[in-house]
Protein backbone atom coordinates (compact mmCIF):
# COMPACT_ATOMS: atom_id res chain seq x y z
CA UNK A 1 0.00 0.00 0.00
CA UNK A 2 1.43 3.51 -0.94
CA UNK A 3 1.87 5.73 1.94
CA UNK A 4 0.77 9.23 1.85
CA UNK A 5 4.34 11.00 1.37
CA UNK A 6 6.06 8.73 -1.23
CA UNK A 7 4.11 7.78 -4.19
CA UNK A 8 0.61 8.23 -5.64
CA UNK A 9 -1.62 4.81 -6.22
CA UNK A 10 -1.13 3.10 -9.30
CA UNK A 11 -3.07 4.09 -11.98
CA UNK A 12 -6.05 1.22 -12.99
CA UNK A 13 -7.90 1.60 -16.66
CA UNK A 14 -10.49 -0.53 -18.50
CA UNK A 15 -9.99 -2.28 -21.53
CA UNK A 16 -11.66 -0.87 -23.78
CA UNK A 17 -11.89 -4.13 -25.76
CA UNK A 18 -12.96 -6.43 -23.54
CA UNK A 19 -14.24 -4.33 -20.70
CA UNK A 20 -11.83 -5.70 -17.96
CA UNK A 21 -10.00 -3.79 -15.23
CA UNK A 22 -6.39 -3.79 -14.94
CA UNK A 23 -3.65 -2.04 -13.16
CA UNK A 24 -0.26 -1.83 -15.19
CA UNK A 25 2.98 -1.77 -13.59
CA UNK A 26 4.05 1.45 -12.45
CA UNK A 27 6.75 2.03 -15.02
CA UNK A 28 4.09 1.37 -18.02
CA UNK A 29 6.36 -1.21 -19.61
CA UNK A 30 5.79 -5.67 -19.56
CA UNK A 31 9.56 -6.40 -19.15
CA UNK A 32 8.89 -9.64 -19.60
CA UNK A 33 7.05 -9.40 -22.42
CA UNK A 34 8.82 -6.44 -23.66
CA UNK A 35 6.15 -4.00 -24.39
CA UNK A 36 4.61 -1.02 -23.03
CA UNK A 37 1.43 -0.81 -21.21
CA UNK A 38 -1.59 0.97 -22.49
CA UNK A 39 -4.36 2.98 -20.92
CA UNK A 40 -6.77 1.64 -23.49
CA UNK A 41 -6.25 -2.04 -23.54
CA UNK A 42 -4.84 -5.17 -21.04
CA UNK A 43 -2.23 -7.14 -22.52
CA UNK A 44 -4.31 -9.68 -24.58
CA UNK A 45 -2.99 -9.92 -27.85
CA UNK A 46 -6.70 -9.53 -29.58
CA UNK A 47 -7.23 -6.31 -27.46
CA UNK A 48 -3.87 -4.97 -28.86
CA UNK A 49 -4.94 -5.52 -32.40
CA UNK A 50 -8.45 -4.19 -32.11
CA UNK A 51 -7.07 -0.86 -30.69
CA UNK A 52 -4.33 -0.71 -33.13
CA UNK A 53 -6.91 -0.76 -35.89
CA UNK A 54 -8.51 2.19 -34.45
CA UNK A 55 -7.64 5.78 -35.70
CA UNK A 56 -5.03 7.58 -34.07
CA UNK A 57 -7.00 10.70 -33.13
CA UNK A 58 -9.75 8.41 -31.42
CA UNK A 59 -6.61 6.61 -29.67
CA UNK A 60 -5.69 10.01 -28.30
CA UNK A 61 -9.08 10.94 -27.09
CA UNK A 62 -9.69 7.55 -25.75
CA UNK A 63 -6.15 7.54 -23.69
CA UNK A 64 -6.19 11.66 -22.93
CA UNK A 65 -10.03 10.39 -21.17
CA UNK A 66 -8.55 6.83 -19.60
CA UNK A 67 -5.64 9.17 -17.94
CA UNK A 68 -7.81 11.61 -16.63
CA UNK A 69 -10.39 9.27 -14.72
CA UNK A 70 -7.14 7.57 -13.30
CA UNK A 71 -5.77 10.32 -12.02
CA UNK A 72 -9.00 11.52 -10.39
CA UNK A 73 -8.13 7.99 -8.29
CA UNK A 74 -4.51 8.19 -7.83
CA UNK A 75 -4.53 11.16 -5.61
CA UNK A 76 -7.00 9.69 -3.23
CA UNK A 77 -5.78 8.71 0.00
CA UNK A 78 -5.79 4.59 -0.12
CA UNK A 79 -7.80 4.42 3.00
CA UNK A 80 -10.69 6.82 1.09
CA UNK A 81 -11.67 3.86 -1.12
CA UNK A 82 -15.12 2.38 0.38
CA UNK A 83 -15.52 0.23 2.71
CA UNK A 84 -18.95 -1.41 1.35
CA UNK A 85 -19.93 -0.78 -2.23
CA UNK A 86 -23.26 -0.90 -1.18
CA UNK A 87 -25.28 0.71 1.19
CA UNK A 88 -28.86 0.75 1.97
CA UNK A 89 -30.60 4.00 1.38
CA UNK A 90 -33.52 3.67 3.09
CA UNK A 91 -35.00 1.25 6.08
CA UNK A 92 -37.17 -1.33 5.93
CA UNK A 93 -40.95 -0.28 4.75
CA UNK A 94 -42.54 -2.17 7.44
CA UNK A 95 -42.18 -2.43 11.46
CA UNK A 96 -40.36 -5.67 12.74
CA UNK A 97 -42.78 -7.51 14.47
CA UNK A 98 -45.52 -7.01 11.37
CA UNK A 99 -46.82 -10.15 9.89
CA UNK A 100 -46.59 -10.87 5.92
CA UNK A 101 -48.53 -13.86 3.82
CA UNK A 102 -45.21 -15.68 4.12
CA UNK A 103 -45.67 -15.86 7.93
Request: glycine residues 6%.
Given at each position: MPSEQT???RPV???VVCG???MPPKTMAY???GLTASPLHCGEAPCRQA???LPRQLQ???AKAAWARAKAWMTKEPMAAPVRARHRARAATRPQGSRSKLH
Open positions: EPMFTCCVYPHLVAQGLY
